[in-house]
C-alpha cells in the first residue's frame, strides 16, 4: 500500500512526514531546504509509493489565509505541474507550530535542541499527518 506524504511548507524550510505502509502511523522523515524540496521529492518518488500529498494550509486564528499562503499556493502549483499523479489535500496546520514545540517540552529535549527549528518543522508535518489519520479513521 502507498504511504501519505505530509509537507509543512516553510519559506526557508519545509518539514516532511510520512506515514507507514499501512497509512496507520506517521513519522517525522526530514526537514529540507524549501528551495531543493521538489528535487527532494522527485528522489523519494522514485523510491518509495506515495498515494496522496497533505499540504499544510497557513491560516490565521480568524480562518483566513496568513501571510505566507500565496508561498504555499505558489509551491503547491508547481508540485501539481512537476507531479501531476499524485493528489494533493490541503490540510488546516493551525496551531502545528506550537503543538510540535510543546512536545518537544514534553519529550525532555532540552533548551538547545528545541531551538532547531528544522525539528520544529519536522514535528509539525508529523503532527498534521497524525491527525489526518486520526480524522480518517472516525
Known sequence: MPRLLAIDYGIKRTGIAVTDELQIIASGLTTVDSKELLVFLKNYF??????????GEPK????QPSESAPLVDAFVLAFQQQFPEIPVERVDERFTSKMAFKTMIDSGLKKKQRQNKGLIDEIAATILLQDYLSRKMI
Open 46 to 55: 522514485a523510491k518509495e509509493q506515495v498515494a496522496k500529498v497533505l499540504v
Open 60 to 63: 490565521q486564528m480568524n480562518g
